[in-house]
């Protein structure tokens, strides 16, 4: 990744280069729009670069063109993701088994084709389980992909198409004139634009706030963990026992999966991300899924943030003042949801409005009248 110089406009500037906010900057240059991305860090440095990889957000309005997309993106960026297609959910649970089972036929009516697996099934598709597996289902579609590869791929799809990336360039201020977006102050300098993309996860809120859009968000700190390689599965993609992730091409488990733990942020993010407990509490979940790899040590793990909003559904809008402002939070969600959703934000810059799918429910307006402590109502508080 080759650092350039601060321009002084572009038509867009898309504020965040996590994965999000990368795929929206790949859009909007697809489409022929001169566009600069700008993060505090370096691209996919928070969640984008470590998370579990999945790709089958199957409750998603974007889950459709998620689906479609995946499948062409190493060809379309031209770079590597990884991406694998299928996924297997495993239980030791009766009851969360039923409850899967449920969710198989729901997508089955969708159109994408879900298998039941009986204990014997599970236990020879996944032959790092044992016995203590009662079954699971087998997702036909979906898949994952490597966060980390994923993440760099956009980012040279980008500057191949003529975007441009600043890293350890935070955006200090947004400034408004005549019910506009009009530019970004960073500490390199005032950036111009006719159009403003914020995808800066934890910070949207503390940006936007002194410009009137209010985004309600939550921090929270969410851990992941990574043992030494096992021997490779036929399929790596294997979600249970409360956890999601993938096994690596080099047979690495790298899992994650609750319970939060609740922060504060400064408005120019995160302070620190030490290590906690629940390294221990990971390493038994995964232990208890896959009893085989029991003995595998755990090389590294990581403590990260991301933004949670108070439905847990994400905000793609773009308000109408400033009227060339689209925001973007994916709450959670963003590393499988990116090829559609960056093509949403970018129907949403040019158009107005999403070409392939209803996002309405993603609005911001679906927020007012939240009680201002609604932190502490769910429990959320740091």
């Keep these: ?135 699971g289902i087998h997702l036909r579609f979906g898949g994952h992909a490597n966060p980390q590869r994923t993440v760099q791929a956009y980012a040279w799809a980008l500057q191949d198409l003529g975007g441009r990336i600043l890293q350890h360039c935070p955006a200090l201020s947004v400034e408004t004139a005549g019910g506009k977006v009009v530019a970004v102050h960073t500490p390199r300098g005032r950036i111009a634009c006719d159009a403003l993309v914020v995808a800066a996860g934890p910070q949207t809120q503390a940006l936007l706030a002194p410009i009137g859009i209010h985004v309600p968000l939550a921090a929270a700190r969410a851990e992941m963990i990574v043992t030494e390689p096992a021997p490779l599965m036929k399929i790596g993609g294997v979600d249970g026992n409360g956890l999601y992730g993938r096994q690596t091409l080099r047979g690495n488990l790298a899992f994650g999966g609750g319970p939060h733990e609740w922060i504060s942020t400064a408005p120019e993010g995160p302070q620190c991300r030490p290590a906690s407990p629940l390294v221990r509490n990971l390493a038994r979940r995964v232990a208890e899924m896959f009893p085989k790899a029991a003995n595998l040590n755990v090389i590294r793990s990581w403590a990260g943030v991301i933004e949670n909003t108070p439905d847990g559904r994400p905000i793609l809008d773009r308000p109408s003042d400033p009227g060339n402002l689209t925001v973007a939070t994916m709450s959670g969600v963003g590393f499988g949801l990116s090829p559609a959703s960056g093509h949403a934000i970018r129907d949403l810059v040019i158009e107005g409005t999403c070409s392939f799918a209803e996002i309405g429910k993603f609005g911001l307006t679906r927020f007012e009248g939240l009680e201002p402590d609604w932190r502490e109502h769910r429990g959320w508080a740091a």
């Design 1 to 135: 990744m080759f650092e350039v110089a601060p321009p002084k406009g572009a038509s867009v500037v898309v504020i965040g280069a996590g994965v999000t906010g990368l795929s929206a900057a790949w859009w909007l240059a697809r489409s022929g729009l001169d566009v600069v991305a700008i993060d505090k860090g370096i691209v996919g440095w928070e969640a984008s670069g470590r998370n579990g990889g999945g790709a089958s957000h199957y409750q998603s309005p974007l889950f459709a063109e998620e689906q479609r997309m995946w499948p062409q993106m190493d060809d379309l960026l031209g770079y590597p993701t990884e991406y694998v297609r299928e996924r297997i959910i495993i239980q030791r649970d009766p009851e969360l088994l039923d409850h899967y089972r449920a969710v198989g036929r729901m997508c089955s009516a969708m159109g994408y084709r879900v298998d039941d697996l009986d204990a014997k099934q599970a236990q020879e598709m996944v032959p790092l389980t044992d016995a203590t597996c009662l079954g």
